[in-house]
């Protein structure tokens, strides 16, 4: 099936896709960098390479994290990161509907490899950036 994917282009701070929105909503899910990685077969260090990306991309934190001590370590969208991750979500949704009759279009005049499904479907990674 034809998808639109969106990917945010912040200048000179690199990209904001599909991976990092994933790795945002995991943290605020999971409470911890380490399990929203696990959760996406990314390694801590990767996991933690986007998050400081994203940090660094912005005035303001986007995840704040603890070292862990009696309470237990973690992490967590600030109030900021929450702002953004709704915003880039509602932009997405807003694009996907706007999209859908022309890749409804776009998926009804695609050639078809002889298992059925689109050329370019074994080519969808959905962590790219």
């Excluded at 998808?3 to 701070?13: E, K, Q, S, Y």
């Excluded at 005049?109 to 479907?121: I, K």
């Amino acid at each position: 099936m034809t998808n639109l994917i969106v990917r945010i282009d912040l200048g000179t701070h690199g990209r904001l896709g599909p991976g990092k929105l994933q790795l945002l909503q995991k943290i605020d899910e999971l409470g911890s960098i380490s399990a929203a990685g696990r959760s996406m077969k990314m390694s801590y260090r990767q996991a933690w390479a986007l998050i400081d990306q994203l940090n660094h991309a912005f005035k303001e934190p986007v995840v704040v994290s603890q070292t862990g001590g009696k309470s237990g370590g973690g992490a967590h969208l600030t109030d900021f990161g929450r702002l953004l991750l709704t915003h880039c979500n509602t932009m997405i949704g807003m694009a996907k509907k706007t999209a859908q009759p022309h890749l409804e279009f776009l998926d009804a005049v695609l050639l078809r490899d002889p298992s059925g499904q689109h050329e370019t479907e074994a080519d969808d990674d959905p962590l790219q950036e």
